[in-house]
């Protein structure tokens, strides 16, 4: 159906210029901005409660952009914490692209920001092929969906700098090889970083937490969040 | 863009159409058809294996068609079970459509079939839209997922006649509330019918294998698979 196909590439043009122009905002501020993808239900919003009330503890300036089709839960959920959280609702659409987000940031409070997350709706498919102007997208794997998904979803595995395996403490309830998962992410991926984390029991999300305060200190250092 | 919801509702017309053609051709030959859905990771195909490894103890005549992004790996697992199992490969495509399931199911060997699973590629949101000619969409939601997925992605389960609660052996291990999940689930769709399924503990798939056979026996004496 070459029509459709056609149109797909021209969103996808008019994305890849929208999340340039917002590169460019974002790093004119040094905020560093994280999108996070996965399935729905690895733990996205749970991973960002933690690191919230984490960073209450710091003096990082942190706010969230989460997107969803239905509802306003997500948002609800991460307001809690005392950082701006905004929820887009796609209203059907099965990913956030970068013209939602540039609405979005319209409405933070004005002043300064260390770190924008973007939570994308739960999908491992089309939030892959959507730049959002982020300066690295996490993959969240958790335990329970398997350790094939890294093959079998190649694309949003290609384009993570890092992978976060989630509930890890679910380890021995499940069939999971956690070699095997990292073996094929990098192999999609040779340059994936990996951290293990958990919301529920050891080891907590210490590791992420340190990945992130790395980030920022890379991105202030040089503009750019370098590499571990 | 207007021109891209034009090109959407085609596409989705052109869907209904084939899709009406498969449910006809399926019910002249006293096919059910189920239409499984659910997250990437939520246990499809497992469910898939357990069922085929018990149908092999009948006289069910049985076929998968599996759809994937990238590989071949889930008609691999299924095809040990001794039944046809067809392995769509969309490249990039996040849910089958119609079409696809037309294409494949010219591969299956000639003869009778009781019964055809189209396992859908890992996704809650656009497999929902797309109609494959299915006597009944049967949607997976695995407990570690999360009991908010019914109004999070209301699209699926309301179009879904079962809710297979899986995994339900973790309940103990995370934070689900099974109560609210079905709840939620009846919300948006108050006939939905739910049952729990596990492939490592108890209960086992017993709860679903009876469901098929219900539905069996109902699409041999209706033509039309009843509710229970």
């Known amino acids: 159906m070459p029509e459709r196909v056609e149109v797909r590439q021209s969103v996808l043009k008019e994305n890849d210029r929208i999340a340039g122009e917002l590169r460019q ?3 004119g501020r040094q905020t560093l901005c994280l999108n996070l993808v996965s399935s729905p239900g690895a733990g996205k919003t749970s991973i960002l409660e933690g690191t919230l009330d984490a960073l209450r503890q710091t003096s990082v300036r942190a706010a969230v952009v989460t997107g969803d089709i239905q509802t306003e839960r ?6 809690r914490y005392g950082f701006p959280a905004l929820q887009i609702t796609t209203g059907g659409t099965c990913h956030l692209d970068a013209s939602m987000v540039e609405r979005s940031l319209k409405e933070l409070p004005p002043g300064g920001l260390d770190i924008l997350f973007i939570e994308n ?6 939030p892959a092929s959507y730049d959002l102007g982020e300066d ?5 794997l958790s335990v329970p969906e398997g350790d094939d998904k890294p093959l079998k979803y190649p694309g949003i595995f290609r384009r993570a700098r890092l992978m976060l395996l989630h509930k890890i403490d679910l380890l021995p309830y499940t069939r999971f090889n956690r070699d095997a998962a990292i073996a094929d992410a990098r192999r999609v991926n040779p340059e994936i970083e990996v ?11 210490g590791a992420w937490l340190r990945w992130i305060e790395k980030r920022l200190a890379d991105k202030r250092q040089t503009g750019r969040p370098a590499r571990a």
Chains 1, 2 share one sequence.
């Open 195 to 205: 951290v293990e984390t958990s919301c529920l029991a050891e080891p907590g999300l």
């Open 25 to 27: 905002a974002l790093a």
């Open 74 to 79: 997500d948002a609800d959920r991460l307001r």
């Open 136 to 140: 690295a997208k996490v993959v969240v």
């Open 121 to 126: 709706v739960g999908n491992l498919v089309c």
